[in-house]
Structure formats: structure tokens, C-alpha cells
């Protein structure tokens, strides 16, 4: 089961989790964590994720951004993955910025993306090296809500919570405090 196994396994993990995709759910996309939470909760859920959980979570997290913030996320990763040679197939030259408005394309890509080299959207996002400090794009809102969105979503499919359940009420947990600033 991967993820949910990890989920269901550590009461205190379940717990950070649920209070973390609570956060995501009550606010704007990218607001209530800092960026080195987001990268953390990207690298801790997406490499147990089949790639077809992957791009469902992407695409649910791509629904809750505008169509500009899509097209910019795009846009910034096909140039980052152009700058530091590294092969983004999905992402080159040849697609028209308008296609990222679409968030089923988008997350198409992403995963394809995610498939073919885990870990490269974190590493074009300039956070690969460990900068955790907002250096990057991963310091700007579409950065957050793309990786944020991915990871709490995920998490939040992997507990049966996506239609808009709680989390909090299905593992019978306390209402999570929130850590938004």
C-alpha cells in the first residue's frame, strides 16, 4: 500500500500529516508552511506514489490554481529544466505556454515528468541542493502551491479524505492546531 501504509503506522505521522493537509485545504494554496516543510512533505510522499496517484494528486492541486498561475508554473519549469540541461520532456520549447493552463495537461506532464526522473521537479525548482530558505522559485506562491498541492493531496486521496471529508474526523484525531502565518 506504500502510503498508506506509512500513514496508518505512526500516530504522530498521521497526526503532522492530517494538520498539514488541513492547512492546505483552509487557505491559499501556498500559505501555512514554509518552503522547507513543503519540499519535506514532497519528498516524504511522492516517491511511494504509482505514477496514475501522482498525477491525480497533481491535477486536483493544478484545479486549485488559477489558469495564469498553471501557465507560470509551466512556464518555469520547461525554462529551469532548458537553463540546466536536463531533459523535461512535456516541458520543451515546442509547447504553447497556454497548453499549462490546463490542468489536466499540466499534470499529465508533471507525472510523466516525476516518472521518468523522481525528484527532478523538486531539483528544477531550486531546491534540490538543500536550499531550503526560499531559494529558487520554490520561495514564490505557484512554487508552494504546486508542491504543497501535490503532497497534501496525495495524502489526503491515500486516507479516502479527497471528496472534501475530513481528515481530522476520520481518524477520530483532535482538531489539528493551525500553523498558518
Known amino acids: 500500500m506504500g502510503l498508506l501504509d506509512t500513514l496508518l503506522g505512526n500516530p504522530q505521522q498521521q497526526q503532522d500529516y492530517q494538520q498539514y493537509v488541513t492547512r492546505y485545504q483552509q487557505g491559499a494554496p501556498h500559505e501555512g508552511y514554509s518552503d ?12 511511494q506514489l504509482p505514477p496514475q496517484d501522482y498525477e491525480r494528486a497533481a491535477e486536483q492541486a493544478f484545479d486549485r490554481m488559477s489558469p495564469e498561475e498553471r501557465t507560470q508554473f509551466g512556464q518555469y519549469v520547461q525554462q529551469q529544466a532548458q537553463a540546466q540541461n536536463l ?6 520549447q515546442e509547447v504553447a505556454p497556454q497548453a499549462y493552463a490546463d490542468s489536466r495537461y499540466l499534470a499529465q506532464q508533471t507525472a510523466q515528468l516525476h516518472q521518468q526522473q ?19 522559485m520554490l520561495g514564490t506562491p505557484v512554487a508552494k502551491a504546486a508542491l504543497a498541492g501535490i503532497a497534501a493531496m496525495a495524502i489526503s486521496n491515500a486516507m ?22
Do not use: H
Request: charged share 5%; glycine share 28%.
Open 87 to 92: 531533459p523535461a520532456q512535456g516541458f520543451g
Open 118 to 136: 523522481p525528484g527532478i521537479l523538486s531539483q528544477l525548482l531550486g531546491a534540490g541542493g538543500g536550499n531550503a530558505s526560499g531559494g529558487g
Open 160 to 181: 479516502g479524505a479527497s471528496g472534501g471529508g475530513s481528515l481530522g474526523s476520520m481518524l477520530g484525531g483532535q482538531n489539528p492546531s493551525s500553523n498558518r502565518t
Open 36 to 47: 522547507q516543510e513543503v519540499l519535506q512533505r514532497y519528498q516524504q510522499v511522492t516517491p
